[in-house]
């Protein structure tokens, strides 16, 4: 006892001195205090320790504790010093005062949404919080919603961040505030400023001091507590290296924990940081860390541990309090804030230290994660909200940027917590990065910083990649944070440059120039020939570079852009620093001479296929884009004399990217196959849409600009030589060249299309703005008309075919609804856009941008198009844009003497074909050449005013013959008599377009020299009468085309007959066996003396199916067999699973399976069997064999591999042999029930009950006979012809019982969750459970979907209700007479009351269908004994389902009567409405005033009938599977006449009242007795939970429309076990609605001996083992079944494109689409779910390697 007492001594005396303790004296104390700090410091030295840090941190209350403390005795005083009065009344009147800054400056939580403006946003990071986004205008523009990281805050009040609409409704300001420049500190009482300054000065320097305290034991000076313990914490810190599991193990080791206890710290050292594992003095903490530093240091650093003091650990605690504490004050007042700011900020004047925030910054990467988050926490309130203060932060973060992230490189914490990642909110702010630029030149800091961290270089200086350590790896990934940075600074360009600006960044320039000269030529590669490559190269670091680096080249392009001065100065250092790049080329190229059609040029001898060549070369394609803007600016031509035109060498600017566009080109044609993946990686990423806009493009461009800058003759000659396919074009005779036995000649055919490919691009790729005259907007245009052009396309297919600029914008929505037309999707699918016919004729089909799949793709489809339209499939190209003055040479590229002489060749070749010396890809992409051509050539003739202006003669060219004296005849006599060649068929009409053209061309050039007035149009009505012409003679040809056809398919009709007359008697024979099994298949008609009337389905007037043979064929064996109940077991394959579907009570704990009476089921069906089927039937003997194989299979796999399939082989699970469905048991098939016998007299309800009661007496004492030994006097005589001690013989063969033995177990086992057991005297009951389960939740599904009751099951329902139904009316076989027998007897005594059985539920606890089923099911047993000769089942049937219709309509009327219906006043009514009020009074007698009085007779009979439906339909069900009844035509349509037909087909009169009211005298009594059940009176006073009828039917709970809200409610839900901890992965169950913190370790939970995550145990209370889950972070659905077993599945939100976001990554709002929840939910409701997750895991193996247990 004594230690006890001592334990609580100190916070008692601690308590003692709360109450004496007064915060108001002490602040007037420190007021009166000469030195203020020594005065402060001395009450923290003092109260600190005691109040914080006492032992390892208890529960709440200890928090609790120490909260309270601190709040009184140690923040009380700062606030009464600082307020100089009552801190509440002194806040209040502070805020009062205050004028509240226009910025929101809300700090984002994780995953909270937040919300960026397209239209308006001066760059993608400037975002809106929820609250402010739907009071601001942006709510109606096009917005792009995320969710946040953390750490960030709202834009809205800055000025800055939104081209309009800055202010929401809430922070717009009025015009009093809106005089900003006032200094908010004058608004302040001056005293309250005086103590102001001391105060906070004081306590933030107290806070910097200790964070940055280095000393475990010893304290600051004039902290040292009085009196000094040996009290020591051992403290854990986090790092990002080491994972959960070695952290856990770890822990548990050193201070020999619990597993839930080291999982607890592992949690807190990864959200705070930091962590204290053990309390006690200095030896005790000093061994768990050796242990900890011991385990942890053999593969990495060992995980840090400090043993601190405790006076030291409180102090840092309390240093944080006080951050949070001045944080939350300054909320109160600007002015308050102003001069924190001012605090922070100052120099400390002795010897210029540092400021206090510059200390903390510099520290920052020494601090804990905590303490980090609390501080930048501040610095956001503060600073950062300070507009004046932002920027003199700003400037002081620059000034300290490069230290910064050197800290940063070497810590290794994420960059969210670190205070680098406070660069977005100060770069992105333009006029804040205007002034870093220029005062703290910013621009190059970053970029040299950037530099000086990849140290990696090779003899040439370039960057160096290759065999990365994960060291270098993890480096590299920290310095690209730096891109960041100089993207931030970029992101918006100036309007009006001053000369400062332009001279820092010119400085900038060069320096990014260093970079990029770091990059020219890195990884260079070297065929491989030979032998293949080794190893793979690393080329993955490289691209990643280059794709950070991608937007960073695009903005300082568009920088350079806004100015001409600074234009004219980027494109001289561009250019020298290229020049420098190719002086330090390899010099020892030989010169060579080449000449070819009557031109010469000089250049050197280089090959591709021999030397080295590197993808990278940034300074090249950099120049390539400035060439483009002095053309695009018009500078090149004002201000040419600026420019260092003259200098510029065309050879040398074209010679490095050729070499790259022949890389490319021989990769294709298969000559570095040698090379290994790394070099298809890199030629892939160099045409990918993230990385061709700065490389691929500009390589182009760079071609088009040396080319117009050249002789074309002399730029295609280079090209030729470069491809290495110089000497073919140049050979005296061409067609020598397939004699050449030494090169690979497809390889060389690839080649010439490659090259013709390019001069293709070089000429034709006009849509740039200033190489073509174009604007963006037609570019982005073109880009999509060629996309479409493929296939329709959705929405997100396209924004990835676009490139984005830096704002992540493509441009795409200005365009698509011009050119496309929207298909909105349907319940599966999404969106897709359809090109508009009318842009067909912009299709390009050597569009530049085409992959070789793409590009056949687009052709195929075109051509297909076409041939629809009955139009010609030449594709022609389409009309260019006209070029801009700078590359207007281009032009005569097309017509220039190598390039007629190289289509001359091509065009000879094909007009001689002989040995594979061509293809046809080659002639078409020569065809194309020449279209581009006449094409330029119209378009030049109709633009000019006379003849003497057209410079363009391509067509007097091609008529001239060949120079070169091998070739005969000009291009154009080769392409007419190409026209008719047989082998070019599918060129013809490109020919015949050509030449056609070329007609024109002559007509106009004739025509305007002769007159030169006249328009032009004659020539197109040319051009018109030419096209209808050939229209016309299509249509003919069509015509004969469709007459052939018709005569074919005539005659293949006449020869089909004439076989079948030859081969008649085997067609007859198989006939007549195809008649004869379908209509065994389907219902045979019932026969004319059994009419509509007689179509009942139960009592001894019902028509069996006996007579209907039952033929099937097992899917393994394709064996054929009846169904007889002593052949061969045939089984149905079915899947049995637990649920909750139905249940009307969740929170009902799951029965525990040892002790659960499952002979009576609640009417709220808390939790069911639910079987289902695909429908495929097997031998039972075919299935075991299979099953076998299946176990072996497994039992090999797991001896390989350790994960899981996608069923599980120990459960009993298979997939079915045919449709691969998830089955877990077998049903076996009986044959139909016979009719029975009409003639047999059918006994009154009376006779019967007095028979059955006989019967149960005699069969109750015989087995109180067999149990006691002794028989007490005379036995109870039975009716005539009982036998009790009978045993009936054995309807079934052996391997049917087997099968029904184990159905009934498997069943069992799922719906107990226990082992198999067959003497349990429940294993029947739960075989029938689960057949009236199945039939109630079939019934709920037709109902709900408004189908007829029968006719609209799909076959594998309708196969699996019939087979299971008559197995449950078998089932008593396989089980002991005796357990039946029991069961009967106690259901019986549910509606003829029994004294002799015991704990007889009253009526109102059970569920009357299962009743019904199990009474049936179960009556047989009792029969079998009777050897009367006389089959009365059928009337037993129908007298227990009277009886129980009964026990329904007392049961209705006492649950489902309320005071509502009682309202309604009418008089005298129909016969059903009197006799309703008759039975309501009587059961008022009974039960006296429990009951409301109801006077409406229509109302109590519409309760009656509403209540009463859903059971009547199912007993319909039940008796039609069990007795193979013919359904009547009403109830196979949802038609008006239900009720009634539903009625007689139960043999149930349609007044139902009749039921009681013709048997009064026998039923009154009953009714009594269930009345009188005590339970009954006790649920109608309200003990208990009541259920109503009809049951609603489960629905999944509702979703809002808006998919923000749901994120907006998960991001400020907070993880339930871990303090307040956002959850990490918040998940929403679709059932019940319960959030849930998923996939972490907080929230594991054990069940069954295993840790599963909170959605698995959350499935097992509410669905059973089966969850439906949204996780609202990732946008998907989530579908778990049992522990192993899970699937993603789309979500039911959907943007306005038709697509779902899963993972949010485009960020467009999503609304919810209900047609697909409802899918889901229709899903959920036919228990489909397990069946959707196994047929996921088949399709897609990855998802079986998920542990779905821990999510």
Known sequence: MAAADTDRDPPSALCSEFLDFSAKDTASRWLAAADLQQEVYRHLAVYVPRILCQGLSGGSREEQREELGCQLLLLAPLEWFLLGEEPAAGLASLQERNQPSPLCGHVFKVGEPTYSCREC????????????????????????????????????????????????????????????????????????????????????????????????????????????????????????????????????????????????FATTVDRDGRKSVRYGDFQFCEQAKSVIVRNTSRQSKPLRVEVMHSSVVAHQCFALKALSWLGQILQYSDGLRRILCQVGLQRVPEGEKPSLVDRLMLNDSKMWKGARNIYH???????????????????????????????????????????????????????????????????????????????????????????????????????????????????????????????????????????????????????????????????????????????????????????EHVLIEAYKKCLSTLSHCHSSLPDGEQPISLSLAGHCVDTFRYQVSQDKVSIHLPVCRLLAGLHVLLSRTEVASRFPEQL???????????????????????????????????????????????????MFDKDVIMLQAGASMMDPNHFLMIVLSRFELFHIFSSADIRKRYREANKDLVQQNTLIEEMLHLIIMVAGERYVTGVGQVEPFDEVRREIIHQLSIRPMAHSELVKALPENGNKETGLERVIDSVASFKKPGVTGRGLYELRSEWNKCFNLYFHHYSRADQSKAEEAQRKLRRQNAEDTALPPPLPPPLCPLFGSLV??????????????????????????????????????????????????????????????????????????????????????????????????????????????????????????????????????????????????????????????????????????????????????????TSAAEHSPPNSEFTCTSQVCVGPRRVGGAERRQLVTCILCQEEQEVRGHGRAMVLAAFVQRSTVLSKNRRRNLPDPDHHD??????????????????????????????????????????????????????????????????????????????????????????????????????????????????????????????????????????????????????????????????????????????????????????????????????????????????????????????????????????????????????????????????????????????????????????????VTLAHLVQILLTSITEEVCMDQDSGGSEEEELTCQLYSTLRKHLGSVLPEVSSGWQLWNCVKAGILPFLRAAALFFHYLNSSVPPADLLAAGPAQWEALCSYLSLPSNLLLLHHSQVSQLEPLMHRWCCHPGVRQMLQGGGVMVRFPRESNRLIDLPEDYSVLINQASSFTCPRSGGDKSRAPTLCLVCGAMLCSQSYCCQTEVDGDDVGACTAHTFTCGAGVGLFLRVRESQVLFVAGKTKGCFYPPPYLDDYGETDQGLKRGNPLHLCLERYRKIERLWRQHGIAEVIGHAQEANQTLVAIDWQHL
């Open 644 to 694: 260092p035109l003259g200098e510029l060498s065309p050879h040398l600017l074209i010679e490095l990217p050729l070499r790259c566009l022949v890389l490319c080109a021989q990769v294709h044609a298969g000559m570095w196959r040698r090379n290994g993946f790394s070099l298809i990686n890199q030629i892939y990423y160099y045409h990918n849409v993230k990385c061709r806009v700065e």
């Open 1158 to 1443: 499952s002979l009576f089921m609640h009417p709220d069906l808390s939790l069911g069997i639910h079987t289902a089927s695909c429908g495929h039937i097997m031998h039972a003997t075919c299935w075991q064999r299979y099953f076998e194989a299946v176990q072996l299979k497994e039992q090999r796999r797991q001896q390989r591999l350790r994960g899981h399939t996608s069923y599980d082989v120990e459960n009993g699970e298979f997939l079915c042999p045919l449709c691969e469905c998830l089955s877990n048991t077998v049903i076996p098939l009986l044959p139909h029930k016979a009719t029975p016998d009409h003639s047999i007299d059918h006994p009154s309800l009376e006779v019967w009950l007095k028979m059955t009661s006989q019967q149960i007496a005699a069969v109750n004492s015989s087995h109180r006979t067999q149990s006691d030994g002794t028989a007490e006097g005379a036995e109870p005589a039975g009716p005539e012809g009982f036998r009790v001690n009978h045993t009936p013989r054995n309807l079934f063969s052996s391997s049917i019982s087997e099968m029904m033995t184990t159905f009934s177990m498997s069943a069992y086992k799922v719906g107990l969750k226990v082992n198999p057991n067959e003497q349990d005297q429940r294993v029947p009951v739960l075989s029938w459970s689960t057949c009236a389960y199945t039939i109630q939740s079939i019934e709920r599904l037709l109902m709900d979907e408004g189908k007829p009751l029968f006719g609209s099951l799909p076959c594998r329902q309708d196969d699996c209700l019939s087979s299971l139904t008559r197995f449950s009316s078998a089932c008593w076989t396989s089980a002991p007479l005796k357990t039946v027998h029991a069961h009967f007897i106690r259901l019986f005594a549910v509606l003829v009351p029994n004294l002799q059985v015991e704990d007889t539920p009253c009526i109102l606890d059970i569920d009357m269908f299962h009743l019904l089923v199990y009474s049936v099911l179960s009556y047989s047993s009792l029969h079998s004994l009777d050897q009367s000769g006389q089959s009365f089942v059928d009337s037993a049937h129908v007298h227990i389902l009277h009886l």
């Open 121 to 264: 946003a001066a760059d993608s990071t400037c975002v809106l919080c929820m609250k402010c986004f739907l009071e601001s205008v942006h709510k109606d523009h096009r917005y792009r919603m995320t969710t946040s990281g953390g750490g960030g805050f709202c834009d809205c009040g800055d000025a800055e961040a939104w081209k309009e609409g800055p202010y929401c409704q809430k922070h717009t300001p009025t015009d009093g505030s809106r005089d900003s420049q006032k200094d908010p500190v004058t608004q302040l009482p001056p005293d309250i400023v005086a103590r102001g300054y001391s105060i906070f000065y004081i306590i933030l320097k107290y806070a910097v001091d200790l964070l940055t305290w280095e000393q475990e034991v010893q304290l600051p000076a004039g902290l040292e507590p009085p009196e000094r313990g040996d009290t020591y914490y051992c403290m854990l810190f986090n790092d990002e290296v080491h994972t959960y599991e070695q952290v856990i193990y770890t822990l548990q080791k050193a201070v020999s924990c619990s597993h839930k206890e080291a999982v607890s």
């Open 377 to 563: 926490q501040l610095l956001m309130n503060s600073l950062l909200m300070d507009l004046e203060y932002k920027k003199i932060f700003a400037i002081q973060f620059a000034k300290n940027y490069r230290r910064l992230q050197t800290d940063f490189m070497e810590d290794d914490h994420e960059r969210v917590v670190s205070v680098t990642s406070l660069s977005v909110q100060l770069f992105t702010v333009p006029t804040v990065a205007r002034i870093l630029m220029v005062e703290e030149n910013l621009m190059t800091t970053i970029i040299r910083t950037f530099v000086d961290h990849l140290r990696h270089r090779d003899l040439q200086g370039r960057f160096q990649f290759d065999r990365y350590t994960a060291q270098q790896a993890f480096k590299f990934g920290r310095v690209q944070s730096l891109i960041g940075d100089l993207k931030y600074i970029l992101i918006s360009p100036p309007s009006d440059w001053s000369h400062q600006l332009r001279l820092k960044f010119l400085e900038g320039f060069n320096a990014f120039l260093e970079l990029l000269k770091c990059m020219q030529g890195m990884d260079p590669v070297v065929r491989q020939v030979g032998q293949h490559i080794e190893m793979e190269p690393e080329w993955e670091a490289a691209f990643t570079l280059q794709m950070k680096l991608t937007h960073i080249i695009s903005m300082i392009q568009e920088w350079c852009s806004t100015d």
């Open 892 to 1077: 005569n590229l097309l017509q220039c003497d190598v390039l007629l002489a190289v289509e001359g060749a091509v065009l000879q070749w094909a007009v001689e074909p002989s040995g594979g010396g061509w293809t046809e890809s080659m002639l078409q992409r020569v065809l194309h050449l020449v279209g581009m051509a006449l094409l330029e050539e119209q378009q030049q003739l109709e633009n000019s005013s006379g003849d003497d202006d057209v410079t363009f003669n391509y067509t007097c060219k091609i008529t001239r013959p060949g120079e070169a004296p091998g070739t005969s005849g000009s291009v154009l006599a080769l392409l007419e008599s190409l026209q008719n060649a047989p082998h070019l068929e599918v060129h013809k009409d490109m020919i015949s377009w050509i030449l056609k053209m070329v007609r024109n061309i002559k007509t106009i050039r004739e025509r305007t020299s002769s007159i030169s007035t006249i328009t032009i149009n004659h020539g197109r009505m040319l051009e018109e009468t030419v096209r209808d012409k050939d229209k016309a003679e299509r249509k003919k040809k069509a015509e004969m085309a469709r007459l052939r056809r018709e005569k074919i398919m005539a005659q293949m009709s006449e020869m089909q007959k004439h076989f079948i007359n030859e081969n008649k008697e085997l067609f007859q024979q198989s006939m007549e066996e195809l008649e004869a099994s």
